[in-house]
């Protein structure tokens, strides 16, 4: 393995799975924010690109798993419901996802930082924008941005919750649109890199190992959901977005 991953020493080992437990976690209490704390964590110590493919089967495992947790037709009757969403994310994150291998490293921690950051303040100000009727034009333009966003840094979470927040989705079909939204994102995804070359022979060890632990923690963080106080935690889970998200746009600013 660390010939495969010379960047990657047992210390540094310890301190990716640990990420990727502790994202797991988060991910299994309040259904989104993996892919946001493995690429904010990751690319602390590694080239973004590289944190980009370790993120990817994690991703793709663990949106599996929340997205069928009330079956299949519960699953489909999402993709149904927010079809323009999802094409045109995927359209958009197909393309962007081709600028990762051309990006500048500061302008590759830009695209993730800023949304995370402005996404986390607009929910710790408990401002929230509110949409009363469905609008197939706004849907897909935020579709696309999420899709952009998601391609070039594997995040598309802050747009797509603020969507189905805006919207009124009701707590448990929210878990499970988001899910479905980040799964069939995250499948897009790993064939996108695979194509551009993000994930590769090499690069793919470091995924695999890391979905061990995003799984276990996942499941974890299922386990103690109903035992806390959701309103807090997820206050505390924003701060810490937002502690990632300012110290990626400080690497961006000062690197």
């Known amino acids: 393995m660390e010939t495969l991953l010379p960047e990657l020493t047992p210390a540094l ?20 924010a993996m892919p ?64 990762v291998a051309v990006l500048p490293e500061r302008l590759f921690m830009l695209a993730i930082a800023v949304p995370v950051v402005l996404f986390v303040l607009m929910q710790l100000s408990g401002w929230q924008p509110k949409l009363a009727d469905e609008n197939p034009r706004l849907e897909a333009g935020i579709g696309a941005f999420a899709g952009f966003i998601g391609g070039v840094s594997g995040v598309w979470g802050p747009p797509t919750v603020a969507y189905l927040t805006a919207m009124g989705t009701e707590k448990h079909e929210q878990m499970r649109v988001q899910g479905v939204i ?58 810490i977005l937002l502690i990632a998200g300012l110290n990626l746009l400080r690497r961006a600013i000062y690197t």
Not at 22 to 30: E, H, I, Q, R, S
Request: aromatic share 8%; charged share 10%; hydrophobic share 55%.
């Open 36 to 99: 946001m704390i493995l690429v904010s964590g990751l690319s602390s110590f590694l080239p973004p690109s590289l944190a980009l493919a370790g993120l990817i089967l994690p991703t793709v495992v663990s949106n599996g798993m929340q997205a069928l947790r009330q079956g299949p037709s519960a699953a489909i009757g999402s993709v149904r419901r927010f079809r323009v969403f999802l094409l045109a994310g995927l359209v958009m994150l197909l393309s962007s996802s081709l600028l």
């Open 13 to 32: 080992w310890i301190v990716a799975l640990s990420i990727a437990l502790l994202a797991g976690v988060v991910k299994g209490m309040v259904g989104f």
């Open 182 to 239: 980040y799964g069939l994102g995250a499948v897009a995804l790993t064939f996108a890199h695979i194509g551009s070359g993000i994930l590769n022979s090499r690069t793919v060890w470091l995924s695999l190992a890391l979905l061990g632990p995003a799984v276990l923690g996942m499941w974890l963080g299922g386990k103690v959901q109903d035992r806390i106080d959701q309103k807090a935690f997820r206050r505390a889970t924003l701060i």
